[in-house]
């Protein structure tokens, strides 16, 4: 079966499993802590996902220590389901996808802000404003702080990308020379 079509049942699941029992925020907070570990720490992402390394009860505990000890009950089932039906390997798209889901039913967007320093406050908000006006729905900003922009900013929101950073405009720049040499010679 194609990987996306299992990623987007399994978590359209979760999703619905989570609204059914209650749950959402929590279970969303969860499964972006624990995208963000497997993203950070491959090897967890590796035992998890292995059928003969560990056993489930070791896998769950390795998932509620990324969380800090505590695991919520929906979580622990849904990772149940995962490994019966040998789906373990798809948890950190399932949970991305899911993540996404349970923020577009709750009008929320999810952005990043690439910047070289702190970003004020006026700029988020105004940002966060201008979301709002075009899209009706309001706006998570991520913040990276990320020297190599040199200067400006990147604002990543859905398919859309506004690359103002002065390392792009020099890139171009440079582009632009190199180009201009070459018909010379």
Known sequence: MNRGI???RYARAFERYVR?????SVQADEARRLTKAMKEMPDLRKYIAS???????RKKGLLASA????????MERFASLLERNGRMDFLAEILHAFTEMHD???G????????????PESLLVNLRKLVKEKTGDDVVIDVIIDPSVIGGFIFDIDDYLLDASVKRQLDIFREQFIERNRRII
């Not at 059928?51 to 009860?57: A, K, P, Y």
């Not at 969380?67 to 929906?74: D, R």
């Not at 929320?108 to 970003?119: K, M, S």
């Open 6 to 8: 299992i990623i987007t």
């Open 20 to 24: 059914e029992t209650g749950g959402g």
């Open 51 to 57: 059928r003969d390394v560990l056993s489930f009860d």
């Open 67 to 74: 969380l800090g000890g505590k695991m919520s009950l929906q």
């Open 104 to 106: 577009r039913a709750d």
């Open 108 to 119: 929320i967007r999810r952005a990043r802000l690439t910047v070289v320093r702190e970003a």
